[in-house]
């Protein structure tokens, strides 16, 4: 490398893509001077002959028959490659000067290298997480963690498709993860260990307790589980009560945020979340993470205050307070295009498992799932996997829609009544009472 590009950056890195690191760095190189258009001329040339090399591989020698999109997608597997080799340069000065340095099939050798070890990162830091996760009833958060990055892990293809994820990610960390391929589920994976690490600290119960109180959904919603614990904690620690208790009263909420500007309520939970982050011992990531979060949580506040004043802020129950009857809002359905289309896929599976998961995965809502219980052709199995995934008071509002089989008169609902009996029938005889009573005095709210 010249001097003059040990000293300067001559390249503005917020021009740089993240997902296209290596076209956008050609791109800003060129047009800084720092390659010229017949070093670009060399790149192109070496970027096809690597395609025809990955295509060769892929298809056995027989590249002729390949697929457009296909030998798209194995171009962009190796442009994606590059990138990570890339990235790892100390600046995009030094990236540029190992472009026009080594040939494009040392980069992408050491591109893969990179991508390996990367893999085996993520999969010790999944083991990790699935050891000490949360316990939450939330589906997506279970689902994800666990199911889906496995999945990802069981498809990934770095020799030919390092660029795709293969996952939709349906539970949404607190803090976007950017980027496709190894490098997203890399930063997805760090930001669920920090979630992750921060619910740990409070007592399943409450959260729960408080998540039902913003909204009875929430098990079937894909939703943040952080954001409203952050927000209840530090409430909680301006209110000077117990931010693990998660409980404040509607007039701890008012004193604690009312009458003040956006400047004085940022202010004000950002001096909490110093005294929350000190008080749980948090780590400096987790920390860090914390702060990031903070002007979204500022923001869902200052969203509740104008919806419903600091009653909407006084969260959960007090600690004597019994609930009396379980509310459980059937929340809205999906376009009638997209129920379609999951009832199509659905048809499509060839076993019961990836029945179940299909339906877990693609409901949003308890009216989604009670629908497509009802309208999809399930045997058995299939619908013992989905109960068994179910909270307790989805499945209270299924045997208050499905008490006795002899009132049904549509042969798959009767079927559908009779596979529910047995299920209950295999809970623990506690369990049943209990969900029979929460079933007996649930009211469904559409």
């Known amino acids: 490398m010249t001097e003059g590009l040990d000293r300067v950056h001559v390249i503005d890195s917020s021009r740089l893509n993240g997902r296209a690191y290596f076209l956008s760095l050609a791109t800003q190189a060129r047009t800084c001077g720092l390659l010229s258009d017949g070093e670009l001329a060399r790149l192109e040339t070496e970027s096809l002959a690597l395609l025809a090399r990955k295509a060769r591989a892929y298809t056995g020698g027989e590249s002729t028959s390949l697929r457009a999109e296909t030998a798209r997608a194995l171009l962009d597997s190796v442009h994606y490659t590059v990138g990570v080799a890339l990235k790892a340069c100390v600046s995009p000065e030094d990236a540029v000067e190992r472009l026009r340095r080594e040939p494009l099939e040392a980069l992408e050798a050491a591109g893969q290298a990179l991508i390996s070890r990367k893999l085996d990162a993520a999969r010790l830091l999944h083991t990790r997480l699935k050891q000490n996760l949360f316990d939450s009833e939330n589906v997506f958060y279970r689902g994800t963690i666990v199911d889906g990055i496995e999945g990802f892990f069981r498809a990934y293809r770095p020799a030919f498709f390092a660029q795709e994820t293969h996952i939709t990610a349906d539970y949404p960390p607190l803090n976007a993860v950017e980027g496709t391929g190894i490098e997203f589920v890399e930063g997805y994976l760090r930001a669920l260990t920090h979630e992750n ?76 979340l110093e005294r929350l982050v000190d008080a749980l011992d948090c780590l400096p990531g987790l920390a860090a993470y914390l702060r990031r979060a903070l002007l979204q949580v500022v923001a869902e506040v200052e969203n509740l205050m104008r919806e419903n004043g600091a009653g909407r802020l006084a969260f959960g129950a007090s600690e004597t307070e019994v609930c009396s009857q379980t509310v459980l809002h059937l929340g809205e359905r999906m376009p009638d295009t997209a129920y379609a289309r999951l009832l199509e896929e659905l048809a499509r599976c060839a076993d019961a498992e990836g029945r179940a998961e299909g339906i877990l ?7 989604d799932l009670f629908d497509v219980l009802r309208d999809a052709s399930l ?29 049904l008169t549509d042969e798959h609902e009767r079927m559908l009544c009779e596979t529910l009996s047995e299920f209950l029938d295999s809970l623990s005889p506690d369990n049943r009472a209990r969900l029979e009573e929460t079933a007996r005095r649930m009211q469904v709210e559409i």
């Open 197 to 272: 690490r921060f619910l740990l600290y409070f007592p399943p119960e409450r959260v729960r307790r408080l998540l039902t109180a913003r909204d009875e959904t929430w098990r079937l919603q894909p939703m943040n589980l952080v954001g409203p614990v952050l927000a209840a904690a530090l409430l909680c620690e301006l209110a000077g009560r117990p931010p693990r208790n998660l409980f404040c009263t509607e007039e701890d909420a008012a004193r604690a945020v009312g009458g003040t500007t956006r400047e004085t309520l940022i202010e004000r939970f950002s001096q909490a």
């Open 361 to 367: 995965r693609g409901v949003r809502s308890p009216a």
């Open 379 to 407: 045997d058995g199995e299939s619908l013992w996997r989905v109960f068994s995934a179910l909270p307790e008071p989805v499945l209270a509002a299924l045997r208050r829609q499905y008490p006795a089989p002899e009132l």
